[in-house]
């Protein structure tokens, strides 16, 4: 069975970082590209990042340069290291895994909260 | 940035009718590879996302055969044959042509 678990989010004050992880089972890791996307609190869905299966990645303009994401291929795990946090960036985001463009799987999402 | 226009934005409907949710791009998604990736979700509240149409029109394991998906080029049309009670929520478009992927604002389907 699929499982896409993340974890790592919370509350945190502005301009703080924070890493949130995504531990992937059920399926062929390394066939996956992966995606973080968002969603604010009555909001609708963002695409915030994603990292191919050789480790090439991308971002939206609203995180590049603060936000780094990274996959670990020995333990089936993708992570994203969140810095200089705004209160924008709260959000529920979920971890995708996409082998040909159809974003398979989904995680449940983890709840990051930015304020002071 | 591929923007991607859903509507209606709201859909209050009865139930047992039919129902469309359109999805336009401003620019053609065929991929080179000659496929068109564009994806269909369902949120319920409080639930994560879930797929019911890839790639146009084929429709995801479970999902009732009420839903339906078509298109091509730039316009494409997620229909319901008859809305049940459990179809409630938020429907997106969602494209993966091209990076980075863009989401429609989503239509908000509610019982009358």
């Known amino acids: 069975e699929v499982h896409l678990v993340e974890s790592g989010g919370g509350l945190v004050q502005p301009g703080r970082s924070l890493r949130l992880s995504c531990a992937a089972s059920?399926?062929?890791?390394?066939?996956?590209?992966f995606h973080w996307v968002r969603q604010a609190p009555g909001r609708g869905l963002e695409w915030v990042s994603g990292i191919y299966q050789n480790g090439a990645t991308d971002y939206a303009d609203s995180v590049k340069g603060r936000f780094t994401v990274s996959r670990d291929t020995a333990k089936n795990s993708l992570s994203l290291q969140m810095d200089s946090l705004r209160a924008e960036d709260t959000a529920l985001y979920y971890c995708i895994g996409d082998k040909a463009g159809d974003l398979e799987f989904w995680g449940q999402g983890t709840l990051v909260t930015v304020s002071s | 940035d591929v923007v991607l226009t859903q509507s209606p934005l709201s859909l209050p409907v009865t139930l047992g009718q039919p129902v469309s949710i359109s999805c336009r791009s401003r620019?053609?998604?065929?991929?080179?590879?000659?496929?068109?990736?564009l994806n269909w979700f369902h949120q319920r509240p409080g639930q994560a996302p879930r797929r019911l149409i890839y790639?146009?029109?084929n429709r995801d394991s479970g999902v009732p055969d009420r839903f339906s998906g078509s298109g091509s080029g730039t316009d494409f049309t997620l229909k319901i044959s008859r809305v049940e009670a459990e179809d409630v929520g938020v429907y997106y478009c969602v494209q993966a042509t091209t990076w980075p992927y863009t989401f429609g604002q989503g239509t908000k389907l509610e019982i009358k």
């Open positions: 790639r146009v029109s």
């Open positions: 620019q053609r998604l065929v991929h080179g590879d000659g496929r068109t990736y």
């Open positions: 059920g399926f062929n890791f390394d066939q996956y590209v």
